[in-house]
């Protein structure tokens, strides 16, 4: 049987398959104030400071923000090396994930 979390990885790959995650610390913020991601997913293994950001950053602009996972297995649902920080830009693919949380 298929567990929350092991949906919520399909999800994220799913979205970085439509070209809709942004991915790492820098990049991320960048597409977070310009408005355009739907969640932010920051890793629980992330440092206090990455978390502190990305929680006020996040909530100043009214967006969804959840801790999830290790920065190894963020990385390696988007096919990519540790990330503390991923954004999903798609709100439907967001609000799902959400939901499995």
Known sequence: ????EQK???YIGLAMRAGKVVSGDDTTLKEL???KISLVIVADDASENTKKLFKD???Y????QIYFS????L???IGKAPRAVI???DKSLASKIIELM
């Not at 602009?61 to 969804?64: D, Y």
């Not at 290790?70 to 297995?73: F, G, H, I, N």
């Open 33 to 35: 104030k310009k408005g």
């Open 8 to 10: 919520i990885y399909s």
């Open 1 to 4: 049987m298929i567990n929350n």
């Open 70 to 73: 290790t920065k190894v297995e």
């Open 75 to 77: 990385g390696l649902a």
């Open 57 to 59: 950053k996040s909530s």
């Open 87 to 89: 954004g999903i830009k």
């Open 61 to 64: 602009r009214k967006i969804n």
